[in-house]
């Protein structure tokens, strides 16, 4: 499969290329990037050949492109790809307000070509098996869950620290949507919505700037908390709250409360523990796997046999109506019904 990248606005562009140039059923035949420099210097890195403009790219007609431009400009780039009939993987979220979410829908579904939302969380191993065990009825009735989505302040999550590769609009209210909320409750909302089969009817939400108070115009943290159709309760602590020199992003990890016990999962340490009297003492399970990895192939294989993906663009649309919702709620000091 050929595939072009668009943007390296998004500080997960390079974890994709770097992903896709290890498959060897994938040629990468370049990126595009409206900041030229930049585009020059993730081409140097990755040995990567840079197009002048999308539309050059698209006219070497890839089978699928990965968006990972600003969060506002999905839209555009969107309908550029679709109108030349390339798959298209977008990075979350989707959008930042629900007319360009479900334009993004609309358009792909008009054209006929596949449309994946970037949420690599549920190719996380351990996530994985925490949905085998909620679907095999291992944990009977789930009654809650919290759960934590924490990272540094993207914008310092810079390369050699070049000018040009300092990612600030994460905190530019209209090019990201907002703070810590658009940037981090996507991938839970989405877990979770999975987790459950069932989708989410109330947000309520808190929002704060504790950290890097006076440094930024957005939400830096929150705490939001979702009700669920099943009867399912669930909170979500979201927060730029990791020092710049962590050694990941972040991290994203929950604790679900069951009939038949507890289970814990971290998807970045990579471990998931189960308690429960039919399990006896706990035992820790680790794995060595890569979930932007497994995200990526499962977008190729579904390409490929024409299948829907994992992941569907109505899921990252169903993502974004809970971030808009948890910003409402935050701003009224309400909760917010959907659906």
């Not at 060897?24 to 993730?42: H, M, Q, S, T």
């Not at 140097?44 to 492109?65: M, T």
């Not at 679900?256 to 189960?274: I, N, P, S, W, Y």
Request: include cysteine.
């Amino acid at each position: 499969m050929r595939i072009g990248i668009f943007s390296f606005a998004h500080l997960h562009a390079e974890a994709y290329l770097g992903a896709l140039q290890a498959m060897p059923d994938v040629e990468v035949i370049g990126l595009a990037d409206e900041n030229v420099e930049r585009g020059k210097y993730f081409a140097g890195q990755f040995g990567a050949r840079q197009f002048a403009d999308y539309d050059a790219l698209l006219r070497e007609r890839p089978d699928a492109v990965v968006i990972t431009a600003e969060n506002a400009r999905h839209l555009p780039l969107v309908r550029m790809a679709a109108d030349a009939g390339a798959a298209i993987l977008c990075e979350k979220p989707l959008a930042t307000t629900l007319d360009d979410a479900r334009a993004i829908v609309d358009v792909c579904r008009t054209a006929g070509v596949p449309l994946m939302t970037a949420f690599p969380m549920r190719f996380s191993t351990p996530a994985v098996e925490i949905k085998k065990l909620i679907d095999g009825g291992g944990l009977g009735r789930i009654y809650g869950c919290n759960a934590t989505n924490q990272g540094s302040l993207p914008e310092f999550h810079q390369s050699e620290n070049l000018p040009f590769l300092k990612r600030d609009w994460f905190t530019d209210p209209l090019l990201a949507g907002g703070g810590a909320v658009a940037d981090h409750v996507v991938h839970l909302a989405d877990l979770l919505r999975w987790y459950f089969a069932s989708d989410i009817r109330e947000v309520y939400a808190v929002t704060n700037q504790i950290m890097h108070k006076g440094e930024v115009a957005v939400e830096t943290g929150g705490l939001i908390m979702l009700n669920f159709a099943n009867g399912t309760f669930a909170s979500i602590d979201c927060s730029w709250s990791k020092p710049a020199y962590y050694p990941t992003w972040g991290g994203l990890a929950l604790e679900l409360v069951a009939e038949k016990g507890l289970a814990t999962m971290d998807a970045f340490r990579q471990v998931m523990t189960v308690y429960s009297e039919r399990a006896g003492r706990p035992q820790y399970a680790y794995w060595g796997s890569n979930a932007d990895a497994g995200m990526l192939r499962d977008f190729i294989t579904a390409v490929n046999e024409e299948r829907a993906p994992a992941v569907s663009g109505e899921d990252g649309l169903r993502a974004v109506e809970v971030v808009l919702a948890a910003y409402e709620s935050a701003r009224t000091g309400q909760p917010v019904s959907l659906g």
